[in-house]
């Protein structure tokens, strides 16, 4: 069973601070990583996209990967209040994507 | 780039009837889309993988002769809810596959069905 495992939160942060994601995963086979953010009633958007160790940036976004660990994490700088949203993690393995069930973060102003 | 449209956004139908949802990748060409469905507060569920030209494959527990699924274009999916009940009342999201390479999906924005 691939599975994908995210802590459902909520995450609370003030604004201003960093605010860390994390999500492991079973399948060792996995090449490829998201984090979506879905706000409440909406759809997922994709925000970024990781395929090797390392951390990738992207304005405030950093994600970052570890595949010995089967880690992924994603880190919100200056974290603000329009970032509170649900972030999904999905893992692609073996041309099946499997998404966590999402934490949930709370940006207090 | 990367859009994807729903339609309808919301519908509201009657117990026994069919509804059909459109998804359209906009500026791209998807030969595999997909479709979630999402209750209040819960995860996305995967309920089936759509391929352009050929038949869809679903879930385990996705009953295929009530949620039928067309893929007639690289551009158009449809799922057709039919003989639907209260509790088919849900939120469902189709996605599209930008590239084969990567499995970046790009969502539509989502179809609330509610079934009195």
Same mark, same amino acid.
């Given at each position: 069973q691939k599975e994908v495992e995210q802590n459902s939160g909520p995450l609370s942060v003030p604004e201003g601070a960093i605010a860390s994601l994390n999500c492991t995963y079973?399948?060792?086979?996995?090449q490829s990583f998201f984090w979506y953010r879905q706000y409440s009633g909406k759809s997922p958007e994709l925000i970024m996209s990781i395929y090797s160790n390392g951390d990738k940036e992207d304005g405030r976004f950093t994600a970052q990967l570890n595949k010995a660990s089967q880690y992924v994490s994603l880190l919100i700088r200056?974290?603000?209040?329009?970032?509170?949203a649900t972030y999904l993690c999905a893992v692609e393995g073996y041309q099946k994507v499997t998404f966590g069930t999402g934490t949930k973060l709370q940006v207090i102003p | 780039g990367a859009v994807v449209s729903q339609h309808p956004s919301w519908v509201i139908c009657k117990s026994g009837t069919s509804v059909k949802i459109e998804c359209r990748s906009l500026d791209f060409q998807a030969t595999t889309m997909f479709w979630y469905r999402q209750f209040p507060k819960k995860s996305l569920m995967l309920m089936a993988t759509s391929n352009e030209g050929s038949k869809a494959t679903y879930e385990q527990g996705v009953e295929k002769d009530k949620f039928l699924i067309n893929h007639? +274009?690289?551009t158009l999916s449809t799922l057709t809810v039919t +003989?639907?009940?209260?509790?088919?009342s849900s939120f469902y999201i189709c996605s599209a596959l930008g590239q084969l390479s990567t499995y970046e999906q790009y969502f539509g924005p989502g179809t609330r069905l509610t079934v009195t």
């Amino acid at each position: 069973q691939k599975e994908v495992e995210q802590n459902s939160g909520p995450l609370s942060v003030p604004e201003g601070a960093i605010a860390s994601l994390n999500c492991t995963y079973s399948d060792r086979g996995s090449q490829s990583f998201f984090w979506y953010r879905q706000y409440s009633g909406k759809s997922p958007e994709l925000i970024m996209s990781i395929y090797s160790n390392g951390d990738k940036e992207d304005g405030r976004f950093t994600a970052q990967l570890n595949k010995a660990s089967q880690y992924v994490s994603l880190l919100i700088r200056d974290s603000q209040p329009s970032d509170s949203a649900t972030y999904l993690c999905a893992v692609e393995g073996y041309q099946k994507v499997t998404f966590g069930t999402g934490t949930k973060l709370q940006v207090i102003p | 780039g990367a859009v994807v449209s729903q339609h309808p956004s919301w519908v509201i139908c009657k117990s026994g009837t069919s509804v059909k949802i459109e998804c359209r990748s906009l500026d791209f060409q998807a030969t595999t889309m997909f479709w979630y469905r999402q209750f209040p507060k819960k995860s996305l569920m995967l309920m089936a993988t759509s391929n352009e030209g050929s038949k869809a494959t679903y879930e385990q527990g996705v009953e295929k002769d009530k949620f039928l699924i067309n893929h007639a +274009s690289l551009t158009l999916s449809t799922l057709t809810v039919t +003989s639907a009940h209260p509790e088919d009342s849900s939120f469902y999201i189709c996605s599209a596959l930008g590239q084969l390479s990567t499995y970046e999906q790009y969502f539509g924005p989502g179809t609330r069905l509610t079934v009195t």
